[in-house]
C-alpha cells in the first residue's frame, strides 16, 4: 500500500470520477465483500458515471441498482455491514440526506457503541453534493456540518483525483462509517493519479501551498478556489498558506494549528452556509487553541443564508468564488 | 361517462400545449438558454390534461421534477413557466425556482418537486386542509413509479386513507425511474394492487387514452369530493425522451420507443377518436395547434423579453418577515 | 406440522422464561434498579418462540424496543440480559445499550431498537449478506403494528421482494402503537394484505397459539431457506403491560385485557394442548417452570453481583480502531 | 399582547410542560386554524403529556393521533400550512428527526424561497431532546446544529416555563416553519408563568444573572445548569453573566457581544457534542466580531463525542454538569 507515495509511483492523468471509479475497482478487486448498491449505478454507471464499467467486471450480485428509497438501501446496507459486507452505496445527492439520516445517525453511526463493542459498521456512503450546476435548492445543498457532527461517523471530502481514488479506497478499508462527500463540479476535473494501489489515510491535511501571511483552510471545491485564490494573491505579494483538510472527521487539528502559529491569521471557506457551518468548529478550535498566536480575529468565509437559487448568476452570487476569497484574504492579511 | 365537444377539445388543447411546450423548452435548453436540468413529458400528456380538467383553481395539485405538464394542465401561464426557466424576474419563481421548483399557487399548484415523493404527504396536508373547512376542495398527488417505491409513498396513502382525506394520488408508471426499469423495482406488475393494503380503491388505467385518464379521474375527484377518501390511480404511460438532456438510454430500445410513440401516442389518439367521433374536423385540430403554436411562441417572447432575475434580498426572501400577516 | 414432545417442551420453556423474565424485571424496576425504560413483553411470547425455534444460530434476527422475548427466544444468556438492565460491565452491551438496544452478536440478534422500524431494512441486508454468501442462513425481522406504517417497512418490503431475499417479516400486531389502536392506524383489517402489494406472500396468524407461530414460521422460513424469497407474517397478539411503567392505559379497558390474559394466553394455551395432548404432563410442566424460576435467580444474582460499567474509553468505543481487521 | 411583561402580569406557578400546554390552548383559541398533530397527543395528551386536555376543548379533527409515520405526519404539515392551516406537530424526540429531515429542509424551509415568494409556512414542529433519563443513545440526543445551519427554519429552545409558554406562542404566530425543542427534564420544571396572553419574541436572549467576570452563554437544560453554576461561582468570588440565548435562529447577537464587550472573557455551554455544535457558530461569531475584547481564547464546554450511554453514571459523565460548568468557569476566569 503506498501511503501518500513519496517517490512518486506511476501516474496517469485522470478525471475525478474515472479515480473515484478506479478506487472501486481496486477495492472490489481486493476484497470479495465491497459490494456497490444504489439508484441507476449499474448499466447506467451512475448520475456521475462514477460506476461506469464496474457491472461489467464485478456482474449484478455486487453492483446493484436499487428502487428509490434511500432510507430502505442505507438501512440494507447498514444490515449487509453488520453481517460481514463492506457496502459503498451511492445517494445521488447529498439533498437526500433527510431520508435517510435516520439510519445513518440512529443505526449506522451509534451500534459500535451502544452494542458495548459487538459491532462494526464498515459502511461508505457516497455522495455528492454543491452547487453550480443550476440544479436550484433541492440539489445543490452542502451538508457535511450534519453529518460532522455526530459521533460515530468519518467525514470525507476529496478535492482532487488523486485524492478522490486514495481517500475512497481508505474510507472502504475502514472498518466505521464514513460519509464520503464529492463535489458535483470536480467530477470532470483532471490531474494525475497513482495508477497502483493508492490509500490516503483519513485524517492527514494536504498543505496545497506554503505560505507566511495567512492560513486558508478549506475542502472540496472551495480548495480548488482556494489555490486559485492563493496564486492571484501571491501576485498581490500576499504569500497565503493553504490547507486543504480532506476529513472532516477526523480533522487534521495539528496541521491547521501549526500552520496558524506560523502565519497567525485564519480564513476558513466553505461552500455550506456560513450558520453553523463547519467552518465555526475550526474557527472556534484555532480561536480557543491559538488564541495568542491569532494577530486577527478568525474568519470564515462562507455560502450566504439561503437555499440555492436557479439562475446561474444568482447561484454564482451566494457561495464564495475566487474573487471573493482573495478580497477576504486580503482584507484579512492586507 | 361521456364527453363533449368543448371538453375534448380542450383535452386535446392541452395535451397540445404541453408537447409543444416541451419541445419548446427543449429547444431553449439545446441553445444554452435554459441553466441546469429539465425533464421532458413528451408521452404522458393524457395523464395530467385528463386529471385537471376536473380540477377547479381552488383545488391543489403537487407535483413532480417532471412538473411542466402538471402545471400546464393546471391552467398555468406559459409567459411565466418560460421566464422561469430563463432565470427571469418575471418567472414563476423570479428565477429562484427553475424547472424543478415552480410552483403557482394562485392556481393550487404547490410546487414542483426535486425530491422524487416528496410532494405526496405534501398533498395529503392540502386534503386536510380542505376537510378542516369542510369545503370540497381535492388535492391531487402526481409522482412517478419510482416515487412509488418512496417510504413517503406508504406513509401518505394510509394516512389519507384513515382520515377519508379528499386527495387522488396519480402514479404515473412511465415504465422507467430514470434508467430503472418497473420490472426491476417492483415484484408485482400492477402497481395499483398496494392501494388494497390501505383500504382505498386502486384503479390501472391506460395512461395514453385521455379518455381513460379523463373518466378514471372524474370518478376518483367526485368520490373525494363526496367525502369518501382517496384513491390511487395508476396510468400506465411513456415518456418518449431521455430522463435528462443528452441521457444515453442504455436501458431501452430504440424499437420499444417508437412503438409507443407511433402506436399509443396521446395525441394522435385523441386525434383520432375526436375526429373519429365527428367531434371535430381535423381542420378543427389543426386550428387548435396553430393557436398553440402562437401561444407557445407568445410565451417565449414575453420570457425572452424579461429582466434577469433580480440580486437576493435576504433574509427576507428566506424568511416572511414580521409576525403572521393575519 | 405435528410437533413432537420435545419441540413443544422446549417452546413452552421458552415462553415461561420470557414470562418471568419481564416480571422480574418489572420488580427490579419498581426497586429502582433498573434505570429508563423497559418495555414488557409478556402476552406476545408465543410470537418470539415459535419463530426463533427454527432459526439456528448463524440466522440473524433484528428487534424492537420491546426485544426482550426475541432476545431470549434467540438463546441469549440471561444473566447477562439482566446485568445489561442494571448497567452493569458484565451485560451485553457493558451498560452502553441498556434494554432497548441489547444486541448478542453471537448468536445472530442485531440488536433491540429504539427507532419503530428502524430494524426492518436492518434484516433484509442482513438476508443480502447470507445471499451474497450463497448461504442457506435466513434473517429475521420483528416489528409491531405501528412499525408497518413507518416508511421503511415499505422500502424494506420491496427491496426484499424483487431481491427474492431470505428475510421473513414478522408483525406483531398486539392492537395498539402505545396508546393508538390499530383501528386507528390501518384503514384495513388484516395487515397482511399489504404483502400483495410488495408480491411476496402474507399471512395472518393466531399469535396467541404457539402452534400456529411455530408452524407459520416454519414454513416461511424453509422458503426462505430454499431460496423462494421472502415472507410478511402477522401475529395477532396482544400486550398485557402497558405501553411503559406507569402507562394509565386510557386507551383501553380493562375487560379486554382481562379477556385476551384469560382467554388466549399463550402459556395456558400450551399447557393445555400439551397436557391435552399427552405430550407431557402437569407435573413434567411445573418442573420446566422450577427449572426457569431457577435461571432467572441465577441471571439476577450474576448481574447484582457484577461490577458496575466501567468509564467510557473514547474514541474507541465510538469509533473501530486502526484499519479493517482483515 | 404581552411581550417581556415589564409590570409583571398575573402569573401562576406552573410545570413547563403545562406551561407549553397553555401556550396551545392560548393560540389554539386564538386562531381556528391553528391545529395539532403527532403520535399518542389525543387522550394520553402526548408522551410528556404536553397537550394533555385539549382533545376535551378543541375535539379530534383539530388534536390529531397520527400512526407512527414522522416522514409522512411533517410532510403533512407542510400541506397544511402552505394550504391556509397552522398546524404545529409533535415529534415525539428529537432523534427521530432523521426520519422527517427531508420534509423539513427540503420542503418546509425552502418553499418559501424556492417559489420565488408565492408561499408562507407556518408550521411549528415540537419536539423534545437531551439525556438524563437512561433513554440511551436514541432517544437522547440533542441535534439543534442540524436546524440551525438550515436557511429558512427558526430554531427554539426554550429553559424556564413562562419562556416555554410565550417562545411556543411566539412560535405559532410566526410564518415562518419553527423548529421548538424542549427538554425531556425540563418538563417537571416549575416556574411563575404569565396566566394572561404571553409572547415571547423570538430573537431575543435573556440575560439571567448579570456579571463582570465572564460570559456564560446557554440555552435549554444547560442554560439552567449555568445559573446554578453562576450561584456556586458567586460564593467563589467570581461574578458570571449569564445569557440564555432561547433562539439559536435568529440568534441575539448583540446580547451576547454586548456582555462580552463588559467580562471579556466567554463560556459556551451545551449539551450537544462539541464538535460542530451551535456552540462553535457562537464561539466564531465572537471570536470574528469581537477579538479585541477577549482577554481569554472562547471557550466551549459540551458534550463528549459519543452516543449517549445508557447507565445513570456513564450517561451524567457526557454531557455538562453544574460542576463541570462551574470548574471551567474557573479555569477560565480565575
Ligand atoms: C429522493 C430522490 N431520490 C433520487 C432522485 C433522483 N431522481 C430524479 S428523477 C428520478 C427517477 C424518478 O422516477 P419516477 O418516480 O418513476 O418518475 P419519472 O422520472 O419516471 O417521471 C430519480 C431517481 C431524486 N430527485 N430524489
Ligand atoms: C421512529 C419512532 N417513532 C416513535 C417512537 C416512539 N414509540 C416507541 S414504541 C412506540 C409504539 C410502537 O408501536 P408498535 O410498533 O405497534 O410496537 P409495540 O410497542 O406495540 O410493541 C412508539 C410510537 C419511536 N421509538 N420511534
Ligand atoms: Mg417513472
Ligand atoms: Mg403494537
Redesign the interface.
Known sequence: MTVQARAPAATREMFYAEALGDALRQEMRR?PNV?VFG??IA??GG?FQVTAGLLKEFGK??I????????????????????????VVELMYV?????????????A????????????V?LVLRTQGGSG???????SKSLE??V?????L?VVMPSTPADAKGLLAAAI????PVIFIEHKLLYRTKGEVPTAEHVVPLGVADVKRAGKDLTIVSWSREAVFAVEAAAKLAEQGIDAEVIDVRTL?PLDREAILRSVRKSHRLLVVHE??K???????I???V???A?DD?D?????LAG????I??????EK??VPQVDDIVRAAKELAG | MSIDRDTALELYRVMRTIRVFEQRAEQLFGENKIWGTIHNYSGQEAVAAGVSAHLRDDDWITSTHRGHGHCIAKRADLGKMFAELLGKETGYCRGRGGSMHIADTSKGNLGANGIVGGGIPIAVGAALSAKQAKSDRVAVSYFGDGGANQGAFHEALNLAAIWRLPVIFVCENNQYAETNPVKDAFAVDDIAVRAAGYGMPGVRVNGQDVRETYRSAGEAIARARRGEGPTLLVMETYRYGGHYFGDPQVYRTKDEIEAWRTKRDPLLLAREWIVGERLASEADLDRIDAGVDAAIEEGVRFAERSALATPLELPDEVYAPGEASR
Open positions: 476484497d459490494i439508484e441507476d448499466e447506467h448520475a450480485e455486487r446493484r441498482n436499487t428502487p428509490i428509497s434511500e432510507n430502505g438501501i442505507v438501512g440494507m446496507a447498514v444490515g449487509a455491514a453488520l453481517t460481514g459486507l463492506r457496502p439533498d437526500f440526506m433527510g431520508l435517510a439520516m435516520d439510519q445513518v445517525v440512529n443505526q453511526a451509534q451500534n459500535r457503541f451502544m452494542f458495548g463493542g459487538q459491532a462494526r464498515p450546476r443550476g440544479n436550484a435548492a433541492q440539489h456540518a450534519w460532522a457532527h455526530v459521533a460515530g468519518k478499508r475502514d472498518d466505521n472527521v455550506a452556509i450558520r453553523g457551518g463547519y467552518g465555526a468548529e474557527a472556534a478550535m480561536a480557543e487553541e488564541f491569532l486577527a480575529p478568525p474568519k470564515r450566504l443564508e439561503t437555499p437559487p436557479y439562475a446561474q448568476h444568482l452570487s451566494v
